[in-house]
């Protein structure tokens, strides 16, 4: 009876894992391969349309890493990649936890009226938003014609940069920021923050000691989620950031698209994984802290 019952369970759980795994795991095990010097096999029909491409008759190599690793264009879109999602993500957290921290102190309708407006970005498609802050940022958009009516007609303008890829970032990341600190901070009682404030704490050590580790959880999925989305994003980044450096998306895409080389695209691909999976980690710790956490209150 046991053995039946954990083989039910495996068959509830299979179909989604298959799902994962055929449609996930199994082209980003040939991609992997693919970038190893593997050309057949699957990887046969995106090999004939490829140029300067790597092959190996033994296990692997990694030629092909070396070769892109060391191209100057990749090393500051990396560079690029990094330091945009960096400072989107720092920005994206002081805002979301001052829009959120207000709204649960004070819960007046301004701080209300706050988190609706902090809200509205989520329900405007990225392309509009993209091409809207383009144009207000410009040579001829808002930004640049107020300044000039100021009698500064050299005021410089961020069209086509990467503070302007910055800025879309925060645009697109800040509404799913303030949803979960927002859901965070609403199971908290208030009075373990009074409590603090008090006893003499003021309101930003308050904030630290009380309120971050009881609200750590949907912070590190902040981070996270924020992280990766800005590592992975290609519209943002596409449509108002510079030719180069750009973030690794675009510049796959490129190297793909224009110059005939998937191995290189994957491999940049590959190394936007791994920049991911390093992204991933403290929400991975965060989860089995609290899962330990919860388990040892139950018990």
């Given at each position: ?8 369970q ?5 179909p ?8 996930v795991g ?18 046969s029909?995106?090999?004939a ?7 190996t ?5 990694l030629?092909?890493?070396k ?29 979301s936890?001052?829009i ?7 819960r ?13 970005p ?8 993209s091409?809207s ?22 005021f ?8 302007l890829v910055?800025i879309?970032e ?8 303030v949803?979960m ?5 609403g ?10 404030r ?11 000691k ?10 590190v999925?902040?981070?996270?989620f ?6 992975g ?16 998306g ?6 793909f ?15 936007l994984f791994g ?16 899962n330990?956490?919860?388990?040892a209150?139950?018990?």
């Amino acid at each position: 009876m046991r053995f039946l019952r954990r083989l039910g369970q495996l068959l509830m759980v299979a179909p989604p894992i298959l799902v994962i795994g055929v449609f996930v795991g199994f082209p980003i095990a040939i991609s992997a391969i693919y970038t190893l010097g593997h050309l057949g096999g699957p990887n046969s029909a995106v090999s004939a349309i490829g140029l300067h491409q790597v092959s190996t008759k033994g296990l692997f190599t990694l030629k092909v890493y070396k070769d892109v690793f060391a191209e100057r264009n990749f090393q500051a879109s990396l560079v690029a990649s990094v330091w945009v999602t960096v400072v989107s993500v720092a920005v994206v957290l002081v805002l979301s936890w001052a829009i959120a921290l207000y709204a649960w102190r004070t819960r007046s309708r301004l701080g209300r009226a706050l988190t609706a407006l902090a809200v509205v970005p989520m329900f405007i498609p990225v392309v509009i938003a993209s091409y809207s802050i383009l144009q207000f940022f410009s040579y001829g958009g808002f930004v640049k014609t107020v300044a000039s009516a100021l009698g500064m007609p050299h005021f410089p303008t961020l069209g086509y940069s990467l503070q302007l890829v910055v800025i879309a970032e925060i645009w697109v990341s800040v509404p799913f920021g303030v949803l979960m600190i927002s859901s965070g901070l609403g199971g908290i009682p208030p009075s373990a923050f009074e409590a603090a404030r008090d006893v003499g704490a003021s309101v930003v050590r308050a904030t630290w000691k009380i309120l971050v580790p009881m609200n750590l959880l949907p912070t590190v999925i902040v981070t996270c989620f924020t992280g990766i989305s800005v590592l992975g994003s290609f519209t943002v980044p596409y449509l108002v950031g510079p030719t180069t450096p750009t973030l690794l998306g675009p510049e796959a895409t490129e190297t793909f698209q224009s110059f005939a080389e998937p191995q290189q695209a994957e491999v940049m691909a590959v190394a936007l994984f791994g920049l991911s999976i390093i992204v991933a980690v403290p929400y991975i710790w965060a989860t089995y802290r609290a899962n330990r956490t919860s388990r040892a209150q139950a018990l």
